[in-house]
């Protein structure tokens, strides 16, 4: 659990829930899930102590529910956002030690990129001046956004007024910016683990084996592809929500302005997201063409190759069948220059029929 009163000039960390709401700027909770689990009655009513309302059952349920996709919800007291991110292959805490890390092994084949592909939700809970986060035990993404706020507080003031959040929605779109830049980081790697799979599929020098890898990757990609469009309507539907809350006051309309800007800029790299997904898997998709392509086509080739050299063998196995007829009287068959002429005459035919083939190009390789 941890507990951020930020202003505009400074952020303080405290180890207990907040009693009263601050004069200033607002709040961010942060707990685990299993610690939200175990202290949901104490949340509940800090919240109704600051805020005037608590999170109702519904929201409490999808809150600690592991499995949900991303998506947007709203009461008329908070907004409700659960927004996937990428896992680091741990688990949940226990509920008797809320806090600790439960480490698990992953023993799926494939390349180490494709274990990367698992994902836990954060769960933002947005009220006007308090924000909290349910994130998974194991979340560096909460950690590295607390580390940055608390340096960035102790910055000059010229810093302070550029990263500083401005409001609780303002907190929750740039955590949510940080969990996007995991996914732009991991399709690089996807880039290039894929790129070195299209290679041995096209080189028709190797023999690739690597199949069920590919298809895992194939199924990871698919899957990533269904996260980040879950990710993206659930961005869209709070932006819509934005569009449809009345003019602010004008001391609040600079910011109010800048949070929409950000919503459609993690909304614009979201897509990138998507884009990106959907072309490494039509790259996947022909590049698994293109090698069984390659493979017909150096089939093809073998198949020519022996066709035409049984056809040059053809006439001269003919040739020896008919020296081979037992016939008395058989011309050249006891003169002393028969085996020098007919020897001559099957090579200068076998000759003829390479020429003839190589010329028709039915010898050779397929470029």
């Not at 303080?12 to 899930?33: H, I, K, S």
């Not at 401005?166 to 740039?174: C, G, I, V």
């Not at 039509?282 to 090698?291: F, G, I, L, Y």
């Not at 056809?311 to 220059?337: K, R, S």
Request: charged share 20%; proline share 5%.
């Amino acid at each position: 659990m941890r507990i951020f009163h930020i202003s505009p000039q400074n952020v303080v960390e405290t180890a207990d829930l907040p009693l009263v709401m601050p004069d200033q700027g607002f709040v961010w909770m942060a707990f685990a899930r299993r610690e939200f689990e175990v202290l949901q009655q104490p949340i509940q009513v800090t919240l109704e102590r600051m805020c005037g309302a608590q999170i109702v059952d519904l929201h409490v349920a999808d809150v600690l529910n592991n499995q949900l996709p991303s998506h947007y919800d709203y009461t008329s007291d908070y907004h409700l956002m659960v927004f996937r991110r990428l896992a680091a292959g741990q688990t949940e805490s226990d509920l008797s030690r809320p806090g600790e890390i439960l480490h698990r092994s992953r023993d799926t084949g494939g390349p180490p990129v494709l274990h990367r592909i698992d994902t836990s939700p954060v769960a933002f809970v947005v009220f006007d001046r308090v924000v909290l986060t349910v994130h998974p035990t194991d979340c560096a993404i909460r950690e590295s956004f607390a580390s940055r706020l608390l340096h960035t507080a102790q910055s000059s003031v010229h810093l302070q007024a550029n990263r500083m959040p401005l409001s609780a929605p303002d907190l929750m779109l740039r955590v949510i910016s940080q969990m996007v830049d995991g996914y732009l980081n991991l399709r690089r790697e996807l880039t290039r683990q894929l790129d070195h799979w299209q290679s041995e599929l096209i080189n028709p020098n190797t023999r690739f084996n690597n199949w069920s890898a590919l298809l895992d990757a194939r199924l990871s990609l698919h899957h990533l592809d269904e996260i980040c469009e879950d990710q993206r309507a659930a961005i869209q539907d709070w932006i819509d929500a934005l569009e449809g809350v009345n003019e602010p006051h004008p001391e609040h309309l600079r910011s109010f302005e800048l949070l929409k800007v950000r919503s459609r800029d993690v909304l614009e790299h979201i897509e990138r997201v998507v884009h990106h997904v959907r072309r490494l898997e039509q790259s996947a998709e022909t590049a698994v063409q293109m090698h069984f392509n390659a493979q017909s086509n150096r089939t093809n080739d073998i198949m020519r190759t022996l066709t035409v050299l049984t056809a040059i063998f053809l006439p001269l196995n003919l040739i020896t069948g008919f020296f081979g007829m037992n016939f008395e009287n058989f011309p050249l068959l006891h003169d002393e220059q028969g085996l020098l002429w007919t020897l001559v005459s099957m090579g200068l035919l076998a000759v003829v029929l390479v020429v003839f083939f190589w010329r028709k190009r039915y010898l050779g390789h397929t470029h």
